[in-house]
């Protein structure tokens, strides 16, 4: 048995080892996440509270001894707007953690954030004294507000897409060719456009379906508003859908190694959801990181789908991220359709 087990543990190896690409990914790929997210997140980027900034300086000696105090703070980044109610949008759609107004001492943050929470423990902290404390004026929120989960949902949705799009259609692929299932397939009179057109309609029909699931049995648990319209947010979906499996084409094209593969899907998946806005605003990033997502289908997919759900916006005021996502498939596809070999490369 012992022998056995041996065998197999040392034929696994070898065939491991004798995989070059795949070899070398492994030990690239941490070092280029690591490399990649070191660049990313330095310097002010570290902080994770953003507290916007609206009206003239202090006029106290309280309120801008407690202004500097607060400005020393770690972990905070402040953002200077011109107007309060540019400073309450963003807030009301969790892009900034509390809105500060050295002038007077009001403060405003969501109370279904929990950011904002710990945005204004670190403010009362931040103050030496009594006199101080009694300057500050907390203000709720006033208007329309997005509750947290509502504005974190379709960012959810998204990453689940983007992960059943990529890994549904790109490692598949993959595995088709190592088996020798593609290589069965090309000497039959199915052409690679055709099997290329059912693995994409195929894996779009899972992910709508999969996601209508999710959607339904969300708003059903916790009560999530869709306050656009459900075809425009279906579009917008399908559309998403159909750039990302095209992208899972692009990987799938002529990779026979499954440990290749997923290393390249996770080198694509991983900084797109962080850089996508899944999880937390890119309000206040680095310019050059605001451009790099630009040029990513989730942030265009996240970016429509918030604003449908929770502004209720139609497809004119998302037709930036509609033509970005449609000229990305275009791109991917015509890529992937280039680049596609039925056997091993």
Request: proline content about 3%; aromatic content about 14%.
């Given at each position: 048995m012992?022998t056995?087990?041996f065998?197999?543990?040392?034929a696994r190896?070898k065939?491991?080892?004798r995989?070059?690409s795949a070899?070398?990914?492994?030990?690239i790929?941490?070092?280029?996440?690591?490399a990649g997210?070191g660049v990313?997140?330095?310097?002010?980027?570290?902080?994770i509270?953003k507290i916007?900034?609206t009206?003239?300086?202090p006029?106290t000696?309280?309120?801008?001894?407690?202004y500097?105090n607060f400005?020393?703070?770690?972990?905070l980044q402040?953002l200077n707007?011109?107007?309060?109610?540019s400073a309450?949008?963003?807030?009301?759609?969790h892009?900034?953690?509390?809105?500060?107004?050295p002038s007077t001492?009001?403060?405003?943050?969501s109370?279904t954030?929990p950011k904002?929470?710990?945005a204004?423990?670190?403010?009362?902290?931040?103050?030496?004294?009594?006199?101080?404390d009694?300057k500050?004026?907390?203000?709720e929120?006033?208007?329309?507000?997005i509750?947290y989960?509502?504005?974190?949902?379709?960012g959810?949705?998204?990453m689940?897409?983007?992960f059943?799009a990529?890994f549904?259609?790109?490692?598949?692929?993959?595995r088709?060719r190592?088996n020798?299932v593609?290589?069965r397939?090309?000497?039959?009179?199915?052409k690679p456009w055709?099997f290329?057109?059912a693995q994409m309609l195929?894996?779009?029909?899972l992910?709508?379906?999969s996601?209508?699931?999710?959607?339904?049995g969300?708003s059903?648990?916790y009560?999530?508003?869709?306050?656009?319209?459900?075809v425009?947010?279906?579009?917008?979906?399908a559309?998403g859908?159909?750039s990302m499996?095209s992208?899972?084409?692009?990987?799938?094209?002529?990779?026979?190694?499954?440990?290749l593969a997923e290393?390249l899907?996770?080198f694509?998946t991983?900084?797109?959801?962080?850089l996508s806005?899944?999880?937390?605003?890119l309000?206040?990033?680095?310019?050059?990181?605001?451009t790099?997502?630009?040029?990513?289908?989730?942030?265009?997919?996240?970016?429509?789908a918030?604003?449908?759900m929770?502004?209720?916006?139609?497809?004119y005021?998302i037709r930036y991220?509609?033509?970005?996502l449609a000229?990305?498939?275009?791109?991917?596809?015509?890529?992937?359709?280039?680049?596609?070999?039925?056997?091993k490369?």
């Open positions: 012992f056995r087990i065998t197999l543990f040392m190896n065939e491991y080892f995989d070059k070899l070398g990914w492994n030990f790929f941490p070092f280029l996440i690591i997210f990313i997140f330095t310097g002010n980027s570290r902080d509270y916007a900034i009206g003239p300086a006029n000696q309280e309120i801008s001894s407690l500097e400005r020393s703070m770690k972990m402040f707007y011109e107007t309060f109610d309450s949008a963003k807030l009301s759609h892009k900034v953690d509390m809105i500060f107004e001492g009001k403060y405003w943050i109370k954030s904002g929470y710990i204004e423990k670190i403010l009362e902290a931040a103050s030496t004294d009594q006199h101080q009694k500050l004026i907390k203000i929120i006033e208007g329309k507000e509750p989960q509502e504005w974190l949902f379709p959810i949705l998204g689940n897409m983007m059943s990529l549904g259609v790109g490692y598949v692929v993959v088709y190592k020798g593609l290589k397939l090309s000497v039959t009179p199915l055709e290329l057109t195929s894996r779009m029909f992910i709508i379906f996601t209508s699931i999710v959607y339904t969300c059903l648990l009560g999530f508003k869709c306050r656009g319209s459900f425009d947010l279906l579009i917008t979906v559309l859908g159909f499996i992208l899972g084409l692009v990987i799938a094209s002529k990779t026979s190694s499954e440990e290393g899907l996770n694509i991983w900084p797109m959801m962080f806005g899944v999880w937390f605003s309000e206040g990033a680095k310019p050059w990181v605001i790099m997502s630009k040029f990513l289908p989730l942030y265009h997919l996240i970016s429509a918030r604003k449908i929770n502004d209720g916006s139609g497809l005021e991220e509609l033509i970005s000229l990305m498939s275009l791109v991917f596809l015509t890529i992937g359709s280039l680049l596609f070999k039925w056997g490369e």
